[in-house]
């Protein structure tokens, strides 16, 4: 089983709508959960860091669910420029022991 | 610009040829991280050093590969015998260690060297 799963799409949205991703992780020592976003061919970029409370950044929402071990991004009012691949990002970091586990990521269209 | 830089970006090498990537993290970083990326697919875990000790490998990794980070500064991956299926994005990442804290600090990523092996 992976350590992070996600589902592929990709989602195909007209400018303006929201969307939602989800994402899984298998291992409940987790402890660090990120959303990257990565433009075809580049590299990765933070976009945020999940706290268990839930965070916004703008039009950029994170929740955490522990309990269920899942991550949920939520995009509201999309741009065309949100069109990307959304990598869901998981940390386990126990003294030396750091490792970061990538989802396969989630493509967005946003279409005029 | 003081973000994580990786050289060369793009490679191009015939199959048994060696290459090296050179990563230089972001100064004040103890962790560096190098992945792997292919097509359609996340970053794949390579290996991990904290400050100039390499503390895992992944299992994935063949012999063929090996990193260095001699000084805890700059680091190396070398592939030797180069084969087809080694034509990926090479990422290289770095963090700092966050001491006091329940969480870690997200990874930083250079550009990554893209390797084509013909």
């Known amino acids: 089983r992976k350590e992070v799963e996600q589902d592929p799409g990709p989602f195909n949205v007209p400018e303006g709508a929201t969307v939602a991703f989800n994402c899984t992780y298998s291992?409940?020592?987790?402890?660090?959960f990120f959303w990257y976003r990565q433009d075809c061919r580049k590299e990765p970029k933070l976009l945020m860091s999940?706290?268990?409370s839930g965070n916004e950044d703008g039009r950029f929402t994170a929740q955490l669910n522990r309990a269920s071990q899942y991550i949920s991004l939520l995009i509201r009012d999309s741009k065309l420029s949100d069109s990307a691949t959304y990598l869901c990002v998981v940390n386990k970091g126990v003294g030396n022991f750091n490792k970061f586990y990538f989802g396969s990521g989630t493509k967005l269209n946003v279409k005029p | 610009d003081t973000g994580v830089s990786q050289d060369p970006r793009h490679k191009i090498t015939k199959r048994g040829q060696n290459v090296t990537f050179r990563c230089d993290p972001i100064s004040e970083h103890n962790r560096l991280y190098w992945y792997r990326q292919t097509l359609g697919q996340g970053p794949e875990f390579l290996t991990y050093?904290?400050?100039?000790?390499?503390?895992?490998k992944s299992r994935l990794l063949s012999d063929r590969f090996s990193a260095e980070r001699p000084k805890g500064s700059f680091s190396t991956l070398e592939i030797q015998r180069t084969e087809q299926g080694d034509s990926a994005m090479y990422l290289c990442?770095?963090?700092?260690?966050?001491?006091?804290?329940?969480?870690?600090?997200?990874?930083?990523f250079g550009n990554g060297t893209r390797l084509t092996v013909t």
């Open positions: 291992n409940s020592a987790s402890q660090s």
């Open positions: 050093f904290q400050n100039e000790a390499q503390l895992e």
């Open positions: 999940v706290y268990s």
């Open positions: 990442a770095s963090s700092p260690i966050m001491t006091g804290l329940t969480y870690n600090s997200p990874l930083h």
